[in-house]
């Protein structure tokens, strides 16, 4: 019982300590050499790295937002199992919202939860992923694609994962995790403010953005190393 409880602690830490590296805070410094955190809605997301950013550093961060709920989670589960896989998971999240390395400033978990989902219950991640693009391709809203998902998953874990008690419990704080983070979002939806993605707005910051680096690679390039 004892070596289960510090399997589980185990889980728990090293999924905080996962979800606390901010992707779209390296990919942004990386990338557009900024401080995802001081643009747009201050968010480290994809979402806000979207809209700062453009489509390629969108996707990579992303990319790394989801490895990290999938590592997590399969960490979890070589630790403890089912529960350690829905205790590693939930804490990827948690650690991306409020990452310790970033001054506890993150983003909305929306990725790290795809990627927990994809590793402990792959149909009901596809299930989540096919309605969060289903809504954001009918609607450009992707805070109301991801609301109605987080609403489904525990829906989803009843209906497509029955008997995995830990993975229900896990859906349940996962969806409260989900509407505190948008909870500003639902108030702009109800009052009718929330923004829109816009493809060609987006697509034209990819470009000054790409020749922005393009720029500042030839730049370094052609700096005279000081020999002195």
């Known amino acids: 019982?004892?070596?289960?409880?510090l399997l589980c602690l185990a889980s728990?830490?090293?999924?905080?300590?996962?979800?606390?590296?901010?992707?779209?805070?390296?990919?942004?410094?990386?990338?557009?050499?900024?401080?995802?955190?001081?643009?747009?809605?201050?968010?480290v997301g994809m979402t806000n790295v979207m809209r700062t950013l453009g489509w390629l550093p969108s996707f990579l961060t992303f990319a790394g937002d989801a490895l990290k709920g999938a590592l997590a989670t399969w960490l979890g589960g070589l630790l403890a199992g089912n529960t350690g896989m829905?205790?590693?998971?939930?804490?990827?999240?948690?650690?991306?919202?409020?990452?310790l390395y970033f001054h506890f400033k993150g983003g909305k978990g929306m990725s790290t939860s795809l990627g927990y989902l994809l590793v402990a219950a792959w149909k009901v991640g596809?299930?989540?992923?096919?309605?969060?693009?289903?809504?954001?391709?009918?609607?450009?809203l992707m805070?109301?694609?991801?609301?109605?998902?987080?609403?489904?998953?525990?829906?989803f874990a009843a209906l497509m994962e029955k008997g995995n008690i830990p993975f229900f419990l896990a859906s349940l704080v996962l969806c409260a995790l989900a509407l505190y983070s948008h909870r500003e979002n639902i108030k702009r939806l109800l009052s009718g403010r929330e923004n829109k993605l816009n493809a060609n707005k987006i697509t034209a910051i990819s470009k000054k953005m790409v020749q922005k680096l393009k720029n500042r690679r030839k730049n370094s390039h052609g700096k005279i190393p000081d020999r002195s």
């Open 86 to 99: 829905a205790i590693g998971g939930v804490c990827a999240v948690i650690g991306h919202n409020w990452p």
């Open 126 to 140: 596809l299930a989540e992923l096919a309605v969060q693009l289903i809504l954001v391709l009918s609607t450009g």
């Open 143 to 155: 805070s109301l694609a991801s609301i109605t998902t987080a609403i489904l998953l525990p829906v």
């Open 1 to 5: 019982m004892i070596v289960k409880l």
């Open 12 to 43: 728990a830490a090293a999924g905080y300590l996962i979800g606390s590296v901010s992707t779209g805070v390296l990919v942004s410094r990386w990338y557009g050499d900024v401080d995802i955190r001081k643009h747009g809605s201050g968010n």
